[in-house]
């Protein structure tokens, strides 16, 4: 398993990864098409919507809860925008470290993302895509007081005054109500309230964009 753990940070690290992974995932791309984009999406499929998103909005700047092994990070970080990644895992956290350590453009935060995300909210005076994945899933992720901080970072992000972020909730699935979870019902009606930002969800991914572009 160390072995195992050791080439795939080699492959993350070097980029090696992704083309790989695009290859490996090309039957299930086309069995994800073939069924109408229904279900879960895989891997290369997100990595193209967080591109998009950062391309159509001209952000430079990507904001990430939930390191695990980094494979969403370094995918961004070899493009030299910033990139900034909560974890709550220390065994995590510390592979990130030696993982990303000569990336002088990613910087690493260990700790709870409900509490770590609204002291990084004050550092920040433009427009940042977030992606808000810090949930526990088992294996070697880490869990505080519930399955995911996903309501807490979501409410410190509408709060901040930058009202021109981009903000993507992944595994959409999962906001059923259960495991410190809200019901996407009920998510979706909080956006409304707040006025900011418009919503729609696909591919898995609750899709938050300013409703006033400057």
Known sequence: MQ????????????GLWYP?????????????????????????????VIGAYLKRYSIDNFVE????????????????????SIELSQELYQ??????????NVRLVQG????????LLQEINIPVLFWLDGHYSYGLTA???????????????????????????????????????PHLDDLLRVIRADGSYSAEVSTDIIRLVPRVVP
């Not at 195992?4 to 940070?9: A, D, G, V």
């Not at 505080?144 to 509408?158: M, N, R």
């Open 3 to 14: 072995v195992k753990s050791q080439i795939r940070q080699f492959l993350i690290g070097s």
């Open 20 to 48: 790989l992974s695009l290859l490996r995932n090309i039957p299930a791309i086309f069995h994800w098409l073939r069924s109408g984009c229904n279900g879960l999406a895989p891997d290369p499929v997100k990595l193209m």
């Open 65 to 84: 809860t939930g390191t695990h092994v980094g494979k969403t990070l370094g995918y961004f970080a070899k493009k030299g925008i910033g990139c900034t």
């Open 95 to 104: 592979t990130a470290c030696t993982l990303f350590k000569a990336r002088k």
């Open 112 to 119: 709870d993302s409900s509490q770590r995300l609204p002291e």
């Open 143 to 181: 869990s505080a007081e519930t399955h995911t901080p996903v309501s807490a970072e979501l409410k410190a992000i509408l709060n901040h005054p930058v009202k021109q972020h981009v903000i993507l909730i992944d595994d959409a699935r999962y906001f059923d109500g259960t495991n410190g979870y």
